[in-house]
């Protein structure tokens, strides 16, 4: 396929920002709505292409298109070269990104209605879009670099859409200081790399001068390893891993749509794809990928048992994601690589579809508090419909896709064998179980029961829900059967996946695949019997544990400790307080003796200064006396 | 028949006289009568140059008629000076003209 064709993948969301951004407003003014057609006009336009470079990249051999790549730039002996890079993994993230993308901005036209901020919204949904599918194609470290600047940017304007709300407009500036603390490393790491071997085309047909050519070659030994942390630790700002998740549950101050695509589904999902994309790389260093897999492995437990206890609906999806991404960096850790993509691909389906369900859930009560809900399985049918589907597949039970891919990243640590293998395996199993329990008593508290409300209006009085219009049941309801059927891309056995990204598939393991089994029912079990029956009750059970559970309900102290610790003491007391310090003495105090020493001079000789002009004369004679006696005696 | 060197004797002497004038004495038209003759000390050494250097040009002599002429304009401008300095302060003594300093 002509390569103008792939170009135009990310061109088209690129123009229709563009064309938003600039012309919607004064040429359409108050049917906005425009702006929103535009907006799915050209994704649309992304996902057929995509279908096309797929089916291209199918039939290609080795799954990989060639293209060239352009010089760009020349100064010296450096040229960078960009160019797209178009494989297995590329052909995946596409259809993701695309299809997602497309259709939260249909259940966007019914979420964001009414909103003053609409057109904004959806120039910046379509930046957002395409600055992903730039990430996503990039053959070139800098371009792959800016891409990922570029969501990080989009992240930012759309947490922070309702930036008149303080918490928003914080939550925005949140998320863009901590993931920049990962993206620090990955341009160290970008640095370093192109210093040692003058690498910045991730991969080219020749093979020898990309990245993945120099390893082992000239990236070897210690140099690989940082290199290949420096990379993961942008990874784990993006992705939000442990120790820089803090940032995600709070970026659920952005309108739902936004937290089912750039915070379930696509932009979280890109520090796993850059993992995968540098899986040569980061594999080669075994201390790096060890740490992959502990960072990953921790974190989806550690995120898992937060998620158990918050209130808000949307807190316990973020969870649950920053949960599911360490499962799939544990997964890469452990060398699962067909794995952990293949429960990238099926996370996005299902976890934007309950994302979306929450908006749902959220614009018919008005509220994200789950406490205030409750009963509304009769009001919104369909809404309950499809947020089982998704709450039975992000558990993993069969045939939801959810089962397969999370029991093959299990069963894979489980085939190892090794001291890694096995305590990934356990901390998986422990997050299998912990997702089954707060994902249905998510459900229950949500839609079981009794209603208890919603929002309190200004006068007291309690919102009756409805299902939400057609506009945003479609998407959801598509979004479900993805989440059922998407297990096929990776059927067990076929491992068409695997194929296409170049790996072999994991087999079935039959002992780990009953016990992760057993494991979510469990959980499912707990959770229906403390939130459906009321069998045990939740509140005692959180007496009871009274100080684990104001530690977990709490986040583990983590935002008081950056916060206040970090930032505020050591950072802001002690690091900046000491440069200020310094700034003021050293600084400040060399600049004034300067100035000092000229004046106090100048206070001396302007006793010089009499006013007599012949005084003057008598001086510049001398002088020239000088200066001809020196000549004379020493000049020649 | 003088050379060169009691010529450039004679116009460092004058020289001298008039720098030493122009420094020292207190009455204005005093000082401006010693820069004239550094003028013509100047001129002096211009036209033996001249002279006894390069025989066959005549730059130094041109340059000391150029030298009169602006000598003769600065005079008349200078006497300006003094007769405006003379109605406006009532004085021709360069002690109390000392307005530019600090």
Not at chain 1, 228 to 239: D, E, Q, T
Request: a neutral charge.
């Amino acid at each position: 396929m002509p390569e103008l064709a792939i170009w135009s993948i990310i061109g088209a969301p690129l123009a229709s920002f563009l064309l938003i951004g600039l012309g919607v407003r004064p040429a359409f003014g108050p049917r906005q709505a425009s702006a929103g057609y535009l907006t799915i006009l050209a994704i649309a336009y992304s996902l057929g292409m995509s279908l096309w470079v797929l089916a291209e990249t199918l039939g290609a051999e080795g799954h990989r298109l060639a293209l060239p790549t352009h010089e760009v730039l020349s100064a010296g002996g450096f040229s960078l070269e960009v160019g797209l890079l178009v494989d297995g993994l590329t052909a995946v993230m596409l259809i993701i990104v695309t299809a997602v993308s497309l259709l939260v901005q249909v259940y966007s036209q019914g979420y964001m209605h009414g909103d003053s901020g609409y057109t904004r919204y959806f120039s910046y949904m379509s930046l957002f879009t395409a600055s992903m599918l730039l990430l996503v194609l990039a053959n070139n470290l800098v371009l792959l670099y800016v891409g990922w600047e570029m969501v990080g940017l989009c992240s930012y304007l759309l947490i922070g859409h309702w930036f008149h709300r303080p918490s928003a407009a914080a939550a925005a500036k949140k998320a863009f200081i901590v993931t920049r603390f990962g993206d620090f490393f990955f341009l160290l790491a970008i640095i370093f790399l192109f210093t040692q071997t003058g690498a910045l085309v991730i991969s080219d047909s020749a093979g020898e001068a990309d990245v993945y050519g120099v390893v082992g070659k000239t990236l070897t030994g210690a140099a690989l390893t940082w290199v290949a942390l420096g990379i993961f630790a942008g990874a784990v700002g993006k992705s939000a891993q442990f120790p820089l998740h803090t940032w995600l549950p709070d970026a659920m101050e952005g309108p739902t749509p936004v937290s089912a695509l750039i915070h379930a589904a696509t932009m979280v999902a890109a520090g796993v794809f850059l993992v995968a994309r540098f899986f040569p790389l980061i594999h080669a260093a075994d201390t790096a990928i060890t740490i992959v897999a502990v960072i990953g492995a921790f974190t989806a437990v550690f995120a898992a048992s937060m998620g158990m206890v918050m209130k808000d609906i949307k807190r316990v999806l973020a969870y649950s994601t920053i949960s599911q991404l360490g499962y799939m960096m544990m997964g890469l850790g452990v060398g699962a690589y067909a794995p952990a993509m293949f429960h990238l691909f099926n996370h996005a389906f299902f976890k934007a579809l309950l994302f979306l369900g929450s908006g749902s859930v959220n614009h018919a009560t008005g509220t994200f508090d789950m406490r205030l809900m409750g009963g509304l399985r009769k009001a919104m049918p369909w809404t309950w419909g499809v947020f089982l589907v998704g709450s039975l597949s992000l558990a993993g039970i069969p045939p939801f896709s959810g089962f397969f891919s999370k029991d093959e990243i299990l069963g894979a640590a489980w085939h190892r064998g090794d001291t890694l293998g096995q305590f990934v395996f356990w901390m998986g199993l422990a997050g299998v179980f912990m997702t089954a329990f707060y994902v249905f008593r998510a459900l229950f508290m949500t839609f079981h029961g009794e209603y208890k409300g919603g929002e309190v209006g200004a006068h007291g009085e309690a919102r009756h829900p409805h299902e939400s219009p057609r506009v945003m049941v479609l998407p959801m309801v598509i979004l479900a059967v993805a989440s059922i059927v998407s297990w096929v891309a990776n059927a067990p056995g076929q491992n068409q996946l695997a194929g296409l990204l170049g790996y072999e598939g994991e087999e079935v393991q039959t002992f780990p695949l009953a016990l992760s089994l057993i494991a979510a029912l469990a959980g499912i079990g707990v959770a229906t019997g403390m939130y459906l029956f009321r069998a045990l009750s939740a509140e005692g059970v959180s007496r009871a544990t009274r100080p684990l559970y104001t530690l977990v309900a709490r986040k583990y102290f983590f935002d008081e400790l950056y916060e206040d610790v970090l930032v505020r003491r050591v950072f802001y007391r002690g690091l900046a307080a000491a440069m200020d310090r310094f700034d003021r003495t050293v600084v400040d105090g060399t600049v004034d003796m300067v100035g000092l020493v000229g004046r106090n001079a100048g206070r001396v000789l302007v006793r010089a200064q009499t006013g007599q002009l012949q005084f003057y004369g008598v001086v510049l004679s001398l002088g020239v006396l000088a200066i001809l006696a020196a000549f004379l005696l020493w000049g020649r | 028949m003088p050379g060169l060197t009691e010529y450039l004797l004679l116009s460092a002497v004058l020289f001298t006289i008039g720098l030493y004038g122009a420094l020292v004495k207190r009455n204005v038209v005093v000082v401006l009568m010693c820069v004239e003759i550094m003028l013509n000390a100047v001129n002096i050494a211009m036209v033996a140059f001249s002279r006894f250097v390069v025989p066959v040009e005549l730059t130094g002599q041109v340059f000391a008629v150029f030298i009169m002429t602006v000598a003769a304009a600065e005079v008349a401008l200078g006497l300006a000076i003094i007769l405006a300095l003379y109605a406006h302060r009532g004085t021709v003594d360069t002690t109390n003209i000392d307005l530019m300093k600090f």
